[in-house]
């Protein structure tokens, strides 16, 4: 190497190690994929203590129906209230490990390595389609193995939980003690249910191993922000519908979701300016500067309704439907820019 | 003067000359306007996983058949909304605002059901332009019914099939079907504002009541584009080509597309209800004009007793509407529909004996009033049912079938029922209108057609001590859900509640009256 190589020797390592905007950037993009990586870890693990927590109520209302040897009809009259109070128990556990999951699932479903979790957990087919089968086999407490039966969440627990499958049913009963029996009040397969909710735990504990290894990147940190933002929409549509619904009509799953909007929105955000904002600087500052007034918009607005609602306040349909809408739009319009400003860097988006 | 013109003219001529060749210059130079509308490449992440056609172009509606005039998408900014419209044409606002066609993208039933189909498949949102194209025209259109939406999202989307989504169209294809509509959207609209709008009308109304446009809105074949429907394997498991909804083609084969009455006649009569006993009764004049409420046998969406949850099934109150006026709004169209369902149907005894311990009649089910089929549309969930009872001299009940249980909010399974079955690849019947994973399709009874009746057989078995004479009541009901898909899908305990078409009570033995 002569006089002129050790000159372009020393420039390159100069560029390395020194101080700069183009070293700073990368810098920062580094510290927001590791907080990226730290917000899904965070959530990984709530969704495996929250399936542990799932796995236990199944074990007590399991051992209800075994304590009368199977027999529900038995069971039912020897222990109704406290069945009653345990299916109630099983749906909201359900419920919470649910959300838990949403909030991760852009991003598990996003990486080609963790993406067969999203197929058992929560969006795999049964092994009787062709594609998108979630490949596991399901071992019942009676030693009953189910080949591959479809995705835990929804494919088989939900309906089981709620009746929605006739196969399920054990027994019709008047959970509500209303004096009459609508649909979805009734007692589920117990063996089913338990061993549904065993296999919850163990593939939630083995999707927070695999994520422990997991090392984020660019297309990671962009996908995340793009499929996770319009899912925060949607948590704040269940809000605004928890306004509406009233009387007569119940819906399992409309309940105020604000702190999970805030929690979830607040994750995007800080998954933005931490490692994406960066990115979209560099190109385009004015891009990056109306994406980070959107999501203070869109999470000014959600805190001042939360806070409005702490204080009491009751929304009237018409403003809970505006409040909804504009928070859906921001959502969507951040997400629009988000992909804009991915698609001119060239950010491959998976999912 | 002449003396003028004459010394100035050569100057005149050659100014002028100039003038014209410096303008053709201009226009020859300037650069072309741009083609209106957004190219494919244009919008990031776009997905199509469908393929190219057969002349291997790309086909970023489909499976929805919808296409624009010029085949690029729709700029969301530059779709007008209907609260825009409404600034100059209040009136039709409000016929249209409460109607279905102004919902069809945001009711929850809808999406709902898109939403669970959508989470069946891998490419589910993509699949969903099938839905889509015809209940959220603008959004397909514009390039927003994409798994990564990176297309601005904009009020005209939100609002089902809007004004511009009729007055733009250039073609449609009711064989076809499946949205097979054409729209101007692009280059079909004046873009101009409102100041400009009142100093050259004209312009607006060649914009949008292009004289090809007004025929063609103007016509059954129109509804027929998104009013026919069938399944193949780009959005289902069905091979080949299989009809789920065929009203165009009820009516097209019907007495009423004979006689030039056409879908538009009867649901954008002012007082539809009227318009079909006018029918009825012979007088085949067209309406003295047509408004925008669309009013159709969805009765559940007009039932302002459900107070706030009513407003939570629409999905919310559209852009340009108040809360109170919305409820108005509906509350008007809510009579209008149950009047027109009213008009539908009509019950007749057919063939009665009354023999040594049996009693045998028939209930004939007429379709009296509805251009199509009753029911008709895609008739999963949709569905008719007879319900009859007999009693004896004292009153006791005898028989009994089609009961509703109102607490579980089921029919009797052993009813006589109109509708089809959605079949899944193991054979199992789909109760909530799970399209991607439908396999076949198969009708457990017809729609009955327009001005035909369906004759129910009854064959009831008498105990000795019951005696007549008999009464028949018979009660044909509507209803637009069934419990599994509120249950399923909607995840609400609303009991949908039937509707009853129409009653009608017999007697037997059979009065001559009866009997004619």
New interface residues.
């Given amino acids: 190497m002569g006089r002129n190589g050790n000159l372009v020797a020393a420039a390159f390592v100069y560029v390395l190690l020194a101080p700069g905007p183009v070293r700073a950037e990368n810098d920062a993009e580094l510290r927001g994929l590791e907080n990226v990586k730290q917000f899904t870890l965070e959530h990984s693990r709530a969704l495996s203590a929250q399936a542990g927590l799932l796995e236990q109520a199944l074990s007590t209302y399991a051992g209800t129906i075994e304590a009368h040897k199977g027999d529900y009809a038995a069971a039912w009259a020897a222990s109704g209230p406290e069945l009653s109070r345990q299916v109630a128990n099983v749906r909201d556990l359900w419920l919470e490990a649910s959300n838990r999951y949403e909030t991760i699932e852009g991003i598990v479903a996003g990486i080609p390595e963790m993406a067969k979790y999203d197929l058992i957990l929560d969006?795999g087919?049964p092994g009787?389609e062709s594609?998108?089968v979630a490949e596991y086999d399901l071992t019942l407490p009676d030693g009953t193995v189910l080949p591959r039966p479809g995705n835990l969440f929804?494919g088989i627990t939900e309906?089981l939980f709620?009746g929605?499958s006739e196969s399920g049913i054990r027994l019709p009963a008047d959970l509500d003690g209303d004096g009459?029996?609508?649909?979805?009040e009734m007692l589920f397969d117990a063996n089913l249910g338990l061993g549904a909710a065993r296999a919850l735990a163990f593939w939630a504990t083995a999707l927070e191993a695999d994520m422990t290894s997991w090392k984020p990147n660019r297309a990671d940190a962009f996908t995340s922000v793009?499929v996770m933002t319009?899912t925060v929409g949607d948590y704040f549509g269940e809000w605004?519908?928890s306004?509406?619904?009233?009387?007569?009509?119940?819906?399992?799953?409309?309940r105020s979701r604000l702190v999970d909007v805030i929690g979830i929105m607040s994750g995007c955000r800080k998954m933005y300016a931490e490692a994406i904002s960066p990115v979209v600087a560099a190109s385009d500052g004015d891009l990056d500067s109306r994406i980070t007034a959107s999501f203070e918009e869109l999470l000014g607005l959600v805190e001042d309704t939360y806070a409005r609602e702490q204080a009491g306040a009751e929304f009237?349909?018409?403003e809970a439907?505006?409040l909804?809408?504009e928070a859906q739009?921001i959502a969507?319009?951040i997400?629009?820019?988000v992909?804009?400003a991915?698609?001119k860097n060239g950010v491959e988006?998976r999912? | 003067m002449k003396y003028q013109v004459r010394d100035h003219a050569p100057l005149l001529a050659v100014s002028s000359v100039l003038c014209i060749a410096l303008l053709i210059g201009a226009r020859l130079l300037w650069p072309p306007p741009p083609e209106p509308g957004v190219d494919l490449a244009d919008i990031p992440y776009y997905q199509l996983p469908f393929g190219p056609d057969d002349a291997g172009l790309p086909r970023p509606f489909w499976p929805s058949r919808m296409q624009t005039e010029n085949g690029r998408f729709a700029d969301p900014a530059k779709i007008q909304s209907a609260a825009d419209c409404a600034i100059c044409h209040p009136r039709e606002f409000e016929e249209w605002a409460p109607s279905l066609h102004a919902i069809a993208g945001r009711d929850t039933v809808y999406e709902r059901a898109v939403e669970a189909n959508e989470d069946l498949h891998k490419d589910g949102i993509e699949k969903a332009r099938f839905c889509e194209g015809c209940h959220a025209p603008g959004e397909v259109l514009a390039g927003r019914t994409n798994r990564f939406k990176s297309v601005m999202p904009s009020d005209a989307e939100t609002e089902g099939i809007s004004c511009v989504m009729c007055h733009t169209a250039t073609h449609a294809d009711p064989v076809e079907g499946n949205g097979a509509l054409t729209l101007a959207i692009n280059e079909g609209t004046d873009r101009l504002s409102n100041p400009l709008l009142l100093a050259a009308p004209r312009d607006h109304a060649r914009a949008f009541g292009a004289k090809e446009t007004n025929a063609l809105i103007a016509k059954g074949d129109f509804c027929g584009g998104c009013h026919t429907e069938t399944y193949d394997t780009s959005m289902s498991k069905v091979e080949g080509r299989q009809h789920v909804q065929t009203t165009h083609a009820e009516w097209r084969d019907s007495w009423y597309a004979g006689n030039g009455v056409t879908c538009q006649d009867c649901h954008m009569a002012p007082d539809p209800a009227a318009y079909v006993r006018q029918i009825r009764s012979g007088d085949l004049a067209k309406p003295e004009r047509y408004a925008h409420n669309f009013v159709g046998a969805n009765y559940l969406m007009f039932n302002t007793g459900l107070g706030s949850n009513l407003t939570f099934l629409r999905g919310g109150i559209l852009p340009g509407l108040s809360d109170a006026r919305n409820t108005e709004l509906i509350a008007r169209q809510g009579e209008a529909t149950r009047a027109l369902l009213r008009s539908a149907a009509g019950l007749a005894l057919r063939g009665s004996e009354v023999a040594p311990g049996r009693l045998r009649f028939g209930i004939a089910v007429q379709n009296l009033g509805a251009g199509h089929n009753l029911p008709t549309g895609v008739i999963d969930q949709k569905y008719m049912w007879l319900e009859v009872v007999v009693r004896d001299a004292t009153g006791a009940e005898i028989y009994h079938s089609g009961a509703f249980d109102a607490t579980r909010g089921e029919t009797d399974p052993d009813a006589v029922i109109w509708r089809e079955d959605f079949i899944d690849a193991d054979g199992e019947r789909i109760p909530d209108h799970l399209t991607f994973i439908t396999a076949a399709i198969s009708h457990v009874r017809t729609g009955v057609p327009p001005k035909g009746e369906d004759v129910v057989r009854y064959d009831v078995a008498v105990t000795s001590d019951a005696t007549g004479p008999f009464r028949v009541e018979a009660r044909l009901w509507y209803r637009v859900a069934t419990q599994e898909f509120a249950y399923n899908t909607l995840k609400t305990d609303l009991v949908i509640p039937p509707f009853e078409l129409t009653a009608a009570e017999f007697a037997l033995p059979a009065t001559d009256e009866a009997r004619q």
């Fill in positions: 969006a087919n009787t594609e998108d929804h309906p709620w929605m009459k029996i609508v649909r979805g793009a319009p605004k519908e306004q509406f619904i009233s009387g007569e009509i119940g819906a399992f799953v409309a009237g349909v018409e439907d505006a909804g809408n739009d969507d319009r997400v629009a820019m992909l804009q991915a698609a988006i999912g």
